[in-house]
């Protein structure tokens, strides 16, 4: 009866929602190929910031994969129609429409404004999996990047923090990235930005030779930097895998078909730190590949795609509570019945003659 007692409770669903602890799972870094520029743009959003004398209050950015180029806008909102807006403007309008757009599981990036105007532009929508911004490391590295700038230029009320922007992205895309080995606008523009300095050590403007050269020119390096920039990062990209690897950690292996618990903290008003943070019971559906799979949940038919990191395995289904409960009492039965020396039906057990251990007296055997 332990064994179905334990069983048991290790299928308690209120205990499996609260209680239960994944294991954290680290997979070998994986890279991904990044096209040609403006191919894929990452996009995201950061704050709420101070408010601005201006009202902005959200920095909305994205980042080329290719060329590492970065364009931001402060912007009062970070709605949909705001989201939309700085895609057509800020993007379309000025570097083409892109094959691909990697942003993350927020409302207003997902909504169906956003959907739409990736569906007008025949691209692809890219969204990582919850609490697995992996995959946006190249604008969140952004993000971290203006604000250590900005911070050292906005005045004492953080007001104008909207007025620096620009010059943090102007640094950004003219300095040389560590990974192609080019500047942003090289790779994007053809050319290097000037630094304010520069423009000290010439007397003047130098004359514009024939069109048809300097196009042939600019063509031939651009040409030629894209690819050094192509082999360089992927000389950077094996670089890192040989030092993240090193804390490559496997430790829940999951099969299509297995009961599991799907991590998803509450959030709202009123949720304090006493809420359950596992829902489930679920059914892995499907690989996702990169260690994602795809989830049924039982209690309300949604499908989630969730990293191996955040799944943990359901000891066993609710469907068979009632059979474990039925053979715990039937165990249970059996053990009081056995206590008290009468089997189920009331009658005295029959004690079998090899079970009478004791010596034989001679009355018994004149018997």
């Known amino acids: 009866m332990r064994a179905w007692v334990r069983r048991w409770v290790q299928s308690c669903r209120d205990c499996g929602t609260r209680k239960a602890r994944a294991k954290e799972v680290i997979p070998p870094l994986r890279s991904q190929g990044v096209g040609d520029a403006g191919d894929r743009w990452a996009l995201d959003v950061a704050g709420p910031l101070p408010v601005t004398d201006k009202g902005n209050r959200y920095v909305v950015a994205a980042v080329d994969y290719a060329t590492r180029y970065a364009v931001v806008a402060a912007v009062p909102s970070h709605r949909a129609p705001d989201i939309a807006n700085f895609i057509v403007e800020k993007l379309v309008m000025v570097y083409g429409p892109m094959r691909e757009l990697v942003m993350d599981g927020a409302p207003e990036l997902n909504g169906a404004v956003v959907e739409a105007l990736v569906n007008a532009l025949q691209a692809k929508q890219l969204t990582p999996v919850p609490y697995r911004p992996a995959l946006l490391g190249l604008v969140e590295r952004f993000h971290r990047t203006w604000k250590d700038m900005v911070a050292m ?21 003219g300095a040389r990235h560590s990974g192609t080995g080019y500047s942003p606008n090289e790779l994007m523009m053809g050319r290097r930005l000037r630094k304010p300095n520069e423009l000290l050590r010439t007397s003047g403007v130098t004359q514009v030779g024939v069109f048809a050269d300097y196009h042939r020119t ?4 651009m040409a030629a ?20 690897d090193r804390q490559v950690r496997r430790h829940s292996e999951f099969q299509v078909g297995d009961k599991v618990w799907v991590l ?3 959030k709202g008003k009123g949720i304090t730190k006493l809420a ?5 019971p679920a059914r892995i559906e499907a ?19 969730a990293h191996c990191s955040f799944l943990v395995k359901c000891s066993c289904p609710s469907s068979s509570l009632g059979v474990i409960a039925e053979r715990v009492l039937r165990d249970l039965v059996e053990e009081d019945t056995a206590a008290e020396g009468v089997d189920t039906n009331g009658e005295a057990p029959d004690v079998p003659a090899s079970a009478n251990t004791g010596p034989v007296r001679a009355s018994d055997a004149a018997a």
């Open 153 to 173: 230029f906005v005045s004492e009320a953080q007001s104008d923090w909207d007025r620096w922007l620009p010059c943090a992205a102007y640094a950004y895309n």
């Open 218 to 221: 600019l063509v031939r390096k």
């Open 225 to 244: 930097a894209t690819e050094a920039a192509k082999k360089a990062l992927s000389k950077d990209q094996a670089r890192r895998a040989r030092y993240y």
């Open 264 to 266: 998803r903290p509450p």
């Open 276 to 280: 359950h943070k596992w829902v489930g």
């Open 287 to 305: 690989d996702a590949g990169f260690d994602n799979w795809e989830v049924l949940r039982d209690d309300t038919d949604e499908r989630v795609v």
